[in-house]
């Protein structure tokens, strides 16, 4: 849940939180481009937030995200594909966000958990890899470029683009954007590769989130 301090400003309004209600939330919004990335581990004033124009949409994804922590905090973090509880969190892989659309093939997978290892080719139905086909450059591209490679739909490079090293653990990997910036722009060469979450402070992250900001 984001951090509330005693000097800590609604980001609406500016004005210091202290002193009126509160909505908090963690961080659920993995994609930078989302409209919704303003509330990503952050608070607010309630009487703010509620004047927000995104306001019914960001509750509607907040109900979906807390709804499945639920279900996963009383299922022990079962994983979804082999049932078994993801005991370690070096073997979790978090699946995100993918749809409001209660009759989508893929909104049961909304915020949900499995282990890495099994991720595998035929690991989820036909149905399913469709529709991540489709929602590809809807939402977090670098995660449906992740699962597909690992579903051995499509695959990509596995050496590490900033330091060129085979990555072998799925949970080690962050998959960057298909064609976010275009050549002559010094961050197309990320365009559909991956790195170690390790060496993505080599490249100076934050400023590659920055840039992504500027097109939204």
Known sequence: MALILENSDCPLCGELLKGKEIEAF??????????????????????????????????????????????????????????????????????????????SPLYPLNYRVCHDTCLVPGAFAVEIADELRRLKSDIHSGKIACLLDCLGIETVDHSCVVCSQEITGVTERFYFGDALFKPPHLLSQFNNRISHYRCLSKINYGRYLMEIAKRV
């Open 26 to 103: 963690p961080t659920f919004i993995e994609n930078p481009l989302d409209d919704l990335i303003f509330a990503n581990d952050a608070a607010f004033h309630r009487e703010c937030l509620e004047k927000h124009p995104l306001y019914e949409r960001l509750m509607e994804r907040w109900e979906i995200c807390d709804r499945a922590r639920k279900d996963i905090l009383a299922s022990k973090h079962e994983c979804m594909i082999c049932h078994v509880p993801v005991s370690n969190p070096d073997e979790c892989f978090g699946l995100g966000f993918f749809t409001y659309d209660s009759q």
